[in-house]
């Protein structure tokens, strides 16, 4: 599983770019680098256009493994 800046530093695809299919902002996909959430269709809209390599899942937050 990738992050949204492994791929786009190996694919070689602008912010603007990858802004395009997703059909978002470039800021907005600065804002998803920098530790944003996007909402879950954006995310599923991700994994598509990364096919596969950005899956829904690399949003999700792991969970805490301190015990409570």
């Not at 990858?18 to 809209?45: C, E, H």
Request: aromatic share 8%; hydrophobic share 45%.
């Amino acid at each position: 599983m990738a992050t949204l800046a492994q791929f786009l530093k190996t694919s070689r695809m602008t912010q603007q770019a990858f802004a395009d299919a997703v059909g978002v902002s470039q800021p907005t996909v600065n804002r998803w680098l920098n530790g944003a959430m996007p909402s879950w269709g954006k995310a599923a809209a991700i994994e598509r256009v990364t096919g596969g390599v950005v899956p829904v899942a690399s949003w999700v937050a792991e969970p805490s493994s301190e015990a409570s």
